[in-house]
Structure formats: structure tokens, C-alpha cells
């Protein structure tokens, strides 16, 4: 199975900042690298998906980037409602397997 | 629009079985796969498999296997998935959600989730 590793696993920054969360396959997976954010008591929402294309009504803070095993998701410009989970999750390969996650607290 | 409605929450002991549903609409239901995803509480996701609609074709994740089956109902356009031999550790949010092979497999649409406890 393909390992996927996020860090940090948690953070804490303040509005208006730029972050970054880091994921890395243990082997390439190409691009098939996505991003979700879920909130408390919610189901994930995907944000980015093949690694860098933003999902349709996903503001344009969001971004990613990355190819083969090294992956980042950034947000340039904190909002009080980016407070979430982020997990990225690879689909090059059966199972498609999850990051442990990183907590953003605003 | 787009939605995927799990059933209630349930309370199952040791040993039993759950059967989890998931009704899709606003869409072809069998123009995409359907993925099931838990997550057991204050932990990550965990992706349990697949399901192509169209087919009935089927993948598991290989700690699942032998204990989940995933099937469907493409008149009514829902997605069961089955769970067997009820552990504590099945303790979860049981969610599906919608894959999108244009996306490279993203899930782009989830149910709400289904709290699935195993307690004696």
C-alpha cells in the first residue's frame, strides 16, 4: 500500500497569513494526489484534485502543486472559516489511501 | 442537484451486520463509481472501496476483505455496502461518495455520513 504522510499534522496561524501543508507518497503517484477539507461533525469536501485543479466553487485561496511523491496544498490569505482538517489522499493505486491529516486552527 | 442521502444511524452488537445504503440523485446514477469511506471517531479517513454501478464490479481494501460487499440497486439508484462480523473497532462515520474518473478518481460528492456503533 502507498503511504501518505502530512505535515504538520497540526497548525496554528492567523487570518490574512499564507500556509502550507505538506503530503508525501511513499512511492510516485504521478498526480494523482487530491485535497479535502472537513469540518467538525461534517462529510469532506473535496478542494483540489489531481494534485494542482481547483475544484468548481472552491475560492481561489486555495491552491496545490506537487507531482510524483512531493505534494503541497497552500492557502494565500487565511479566512476565519479555513478552520478544518485538511487530508490529501492518492488515487494512483488501490487502496486509496489517506494523509493522517492536519488540524488548522485560525 | 447532486446528492447522495445515507441511511440512520445504527447500533449493531459484536458479531452482527450492518447494511448501510446510500441514494444518489441529480445525477446518472450509473455513469459514476461510488466509493465507501469511515472514519472512527477523533481518527482519519479510512477508504473501505469501490463499486461500479454500471457492472456491479467490485474492489475492497484488503484488511475488509472477506467481511464487506458492496452492491446496488440501479432502479432505485442506490449503493449498499454491507458490513459483517461486527467489531468494536467498526465503530465509525461510514460515508459514500461519488468518483469522478475525469477528476483521476476524486470524490467529489459525499453523503452526510452514517454512525454506525458496535457495543455489547
Known amino acids: 500500500d502507498i503511504q501518505m504522510t502530512q505535515s504538520p499534522s497540526s497548525l496554528s496561524a492567523s487570518v490574512g497569513e499564507r500556509v502550507t501543508i505538506t503530503c508525501r507518497a511513499s512511492?510516485?503517484?504521478?498526480?494523482?494526489l487530491h485535497w479535502y477539507q472537513q469540518k467538525p461533525g461534517k462529510a469532506p469536501k473535496l478542494l483540489i484534485y489531481a494534485a494542482s485543479s481547483l475544484q468548481s466553487g472552491v475560492p481561489s485561496s486555495f491552491s496545490g502543486s506537487g507531482s510524483g511523491t512531493d505534494f503541497t496544498l497552500t492557502i494565500s490569505s487565511l479566512q476565519p472559516e479555513d478552520s478544518a482538517t485538511y487530508y490529501c489522499q492518492q488515487s494512483h493505486s488501490s487502496p486509496y489511501t489517506f494523509g493522517q491529516g492536519t488540524k488548522l486552527e485560525i | 442537484q447532486v446528492q447522495l442521502v445515507q441511511s440512520g444511524a445504527e447500533v449493531k452488537k459484536p458479531g452482527a451486520s450492518v447494511k448501510v445504503s446510500c441514494k444518489a440523485s441529480?445525477?446518472?446514477?450509473?455513469?459514476?463509481?461510488i466509493s465507501w469511506v469511515r472514519q472512527a471517531p477523533g481518527q482519519g479517513l479510512e477508504w473501505m472501496g469501490w463499486m461500479n454501478p454500471d457492472t456491479g464490479n467490485t474492489g475492497y481494501a484488503q484488511k475488509l476483505q472477506g467481511r464487506v460487499t458492496m452492491t446496488r440497486n440501479t432502479s432505485t439508484s442506490t449503493a449498499y455496502m454491507d458490513l459483517s462480523s461486527l467489531r468494536s473497532e467498526d465503530t465509525a462515520v461510514y460515508y459514500c461518495a461519488r468518483v469522478v474518473l475525469g477528476m483521476d478518481d476524486a470524490f467529489d460528492f459525499w453523503g452526510q455520513g452514517t454512525i454506525l456503533t458496535v457495543s455489547s
Open positions: 441529480g445525477y446518472t446514477f450509473t455513469n459514476y463509481d
Open positions: 512511492q510516485s503517484i504521478k498526480n494523482y
